[in-house]
């Protein structure tokens, strides 16, 4: 026996709005004030948030700009082969790349830097490297003595900048009164300058901070920004999936079984 519906029913007649009421326009007037305070908050949280972008970008300039500079220590260097400990007629031949690599480099580096005097200590660990690459660009430097300026070590590159306070006792300033010594000495002499940090920009990480670079990460970010856009370029071109019909025995499955007595048969017309 087939489940009888109720009738709904018939519609009430409704009530024209009063918009000049009393109470209307209290309404009115109270949605307004809410439609001007949510303008008015929505407004000076976009300031606040430009405010505090501002705050970060120019702390992150103030801070960071100096990281694009780097200090360098002018060295009178003799590119002595016998220093080096190559021969240069096969420097000058077709494996002479290999033996300009192999040649030493630090050594050279010691007995620039010992010219310097108290000051010898300045020089980065790392600056042998400015002197190999001196050479292989023109073998023609074996022999002869070169003024090369190469990379300070991080202390006298931060004294440079400004970084420390020098007023504060040795202990808690970061840097020692003999890297304050050798920074004022070489100061005097002339023998220090501070400029752009190409280095900075065109090198590779590294264990030295006075030749770290960001090569690597740009590299590494520029790939993964090429691979997020390839995958969602091929992404919008995929055709769309479409669901196909479902079939009886799984729509027995997912469908309740219908009695004649039940009301779902009426809904779902289920025999």
């Not at 220090?192 to 670079?213: H, K, Q, V, W, Y």
Request: aromatic share 6%; proline share 7%.
């Amino acid at each position: 026996m087939a489940t009888v519906m109720p009738a709904e029913a018939a519609p009430q007649a409704r009530t024209p709005t009063d918009w000049q009421a009393p109470d209307m326009q209290r309404r009115i007037a109270a949605r307004y004030r809410a439609e001007r305070n949510f303008r008015f908050l929505g407004l000076a949280a976009l300031l606040l948030a430009g405010a505090f972008l501002v705050f970060l970008l120019g702390t992150i300039v103030r801070d960071g700009w100096s990281g694009f500079q780097r200090t360098e220590v002018q060295v009178s260097v003799t590119f002595d082969p016998a220093v080096l400990g190559v021969d240069p007629a096969a420097a000058r031949g077709p494996d002479g790349l290999t033996i300009l690599r192999r040649a030493d480099w630090v050594g050279l580096m010691l007995v620039s830097a010992n010219r310097l005097g108290p000051a010898a200590d300045a020089v980065s660990e790392a600056a042998w490297v400015r002197l190999r690459d001196a050479v292989i660009a023109d073998p023609a430097l074996l022999g002869q003595t070169r003024t090369i300026w190469v990379p300070a070590t991080s202390n006298i590159d931060l004294l440079a900048k400004g970084k420390f306070d020098l007023d504060a006792p040795a202990e808690s300033r970061g840097v020692s009164d003999e890297e304050v010594s050798d920074w004022r000495l070489l100061a005097q002499k002339g023998l220090i300058r501070t400029g752009l940090n190409t280095t900075f920009l065109m090198e590779a990480d590294s264990t030295d901070p006075e030749l770290a670079g960001i090569r690597g990460a740009a590299i590494g970010s520029l790939l993964t920004l090429l691979i997020t856009i390839s995958i969602a370029s091929i992404s919008r071109n995929m055709p769309p999936r479409t669901a196909g019909p479902i079939s009886s025995r799984f729509r027995s499955t997912i469908w309740p079984p219908c009695l004649p007595s039940s009301s779902a048969c009426s809904a779902w017309r289920c025999s």
